[in-house]
């Protein structure tokens, strides 16, 4: 018998993380790597793990994950969206408690885009009067 495996997806920033949990150690796969490889800040690799601690559940599930795009701290929120995802579909009576944490909120933050005339996004080139 083939073994149950749930797909999800995470965005934050430009970051897109695709997530496939199923049961299994709790080994976390990033890109083929580990996680602690991958990810090389213990605060990031924490911040993967939350969705986990707040469910009691760390050591239960496997995750397979692939993330393109941004840079290491948004595919870190990316995973951490994904997971939480998964994790409601494998269990769906572990929703409330990562709705209360804020594990389902996707952060709408994105770069804002540079504006013709000025230097930047807000930043205006130098003011000189003559």
């Not at 050591?59 to 941004?70: E, N, Q």
């Amino acid at each position: 018998m083939a073994k149950e495996m749930f797909h999800a997806v995470g965005r934050r920033k430009s970051s897109v993380a695709r997530v496939f949990l199923s049961l299994g150690a709790g080994k976390i796969t990033i890109n083929g790597r580990d996680l602690d490889e991958y990810l090389h800040r213990e605060s990031l690799s924490m911040v993967v793990k939350q969705p986990f601690q707040a469910t009691s559940t760390l050591g239960k599930y496997d995750i397979k994950a692939t993330v393109k795009g941004g840079g290491v701290a948004g595919q870190a929120g990316a995973l951490r969206l994904g997971i939480s995802r998964a994790i409601i579909m494998a269990d769906e009576t572990q929703k409330k408690v990562l709705k209360v944490g804020g594990f389902l909120t996707r952060d709408p933050r994105e770069k804002e885009r540079k504006k013709y005339g000025q230097a930047g996004a807000r930043r205006k080139f130098q003011f000189s009067k003559r």
